[in-house]
Nanobody, 114 residues
Framework: QVRLVESGGGLVQPGGSLRLSCVVSGTNFKLTTPAWYRQTLGHERELVANISSGGTSNYADSVKGRFTISRDNAWNTVHLQIDNVAPGDTGVYYC????????WGRGTQVTVSS
């Protein structure tokens, strides 16, 4: 059974940093391309970043230079480092993998506020 569990969200001040993590079970994780999505107020869920099995990362233009995705295959975990957070980053962040079909985590809330 495939399961994704996100963690690391919370309240952060503008300009601060946050590190999200997603533990993936039930797949051969090293073969997957995990991704982070987010849903902000008034917007549809959007792709933030993904990272291939070979370690190649891709980012949405809106987060380039501030977000860094990484993976730890030994722990079946994908991370999202968010630096210089802005109020527009407030939302729910979801982890997704495709393993015969797509699977999603339940999300972790990120709130940017002073």
């Amino acid at each position: 059974q495939v399961r994704l569990v996100e963690s690391g969200g919370g309240l952060v001040q503008p300009g601060g940093s946050l590190r999200l993590s997603c533990v993936v079970s039930g797949t051969n994780f090293k073969l997957t391309t995990p991704a982070w999505y987010r849903q902000t107020l008034g917007h549809e869920r959007e792709l933030v970043a993904n990272i291939s099995s070979g370690g190649t990362s891709n980012y949405a233009d809106s987060v380039k230079g501030r977000f860094t995705i990484s993976r730890d295959n030994a722990w079946n975990t994908v991370h999202l480092q968010i630096d210089n957070v802005a109020p527009g980053d407030t939302g729910v962040y979801y982890c997704r993998v495709y393993w015969r079909r797509e699977f999603w985590g339940r999300g972790t809330q990120v709130t940017v506020s002073s």
